[in-house]
């Protein structure tokens, strides 16, 4: 049955591997045709950008390529594997939707399209690439000389350093809150409307931060100790973006002035799509914190249980003057 498994797993990936090449293939195509015969709506469009589905495809064949040499290489751990698997295949699938599906190209008409896309990256995406630990799988993807020199690397002292830095909960959380903040000043935000470098730079940082904010609460890092330090930077976290999307939702004017002609063009009131953007943050968002919050406290409390349920009798000595 594990066989039967692994196999329908190697040829879902495959396909996955194939599909993505035809649809870059695709999106190769459709940016030497003519706007005529690009009749469809902009809604409609897949937009498939080349730098983004080239870093997607390759993210994908290091990931089954490692995957495969360490299920060659041993049979331990199998099911683990085959669900971080699966977290990766639904992460990268996620990231597909966001960045090269018709959603992004709704999103420079719509806001609340836009909040769904970040969304999508930032408590989708994210949270799955970490648990699908694509790091070490992708090093597995390297022949063994090429393995040993980036290990090697990787394990410098300012590296190390650098790296548990950043993954800190205090450090993760401040970047991540910063990031969301900062790129809904309506400053930058239309900063990053009208030009497709600062968007790119906007779409990285979430994503990113999201990532190491993640990396925090279910990373390797995140030891059995720090289960409190996670679950305070989940609740934190919930309170401060639904914030901001109580703020969006209840602000009595726009803040983002570039959405008012492409919105009425779309029949939509402005407002309102602010206001549904504002509800997607506050409400999905700040669900998928609790939950992930509930769950990191479920685990603590199941890893203290048998230290805390320990019957009193063989807690404590006996008592000597009995």
Known sequence: MAHL?????????RWLVAAAAACACAGAQAHVLSAAERGAPPWLRWTFEPWVVALLLVSLGLYVAGYRRLCARSRRGRRIRVRQLGAFVLGWGTLVAALDSPLDALSAALFSAHMIQHELMMIVAAPLLVLSRPLAVWLWAFPPRARHRIA???????????WRTLCAPAVAWLLHAAALWAWHMPRLFE???????IHTLQHASFLLSALLFWWAVFGEGARRDQSGYAMLSLFTTMVHTGALGALLTLAPGLWYPAYIEPTSALGIDPLQDQQLGGLVMWVPAGLAYLLAALATGARWLVHRAPASLMPTTLAAPPDSNS
């Open 191 to 197: 900063a990053a409307l009208a030009s497709s470098a």
């Open 152 to 162: 090697a690397a990787v394990r410098t002292p300012a590296w190390l350093s650098l």
């Open 5 to 13: 498994t692994l196999r329908a797993m190697k040829k879902s990936t």
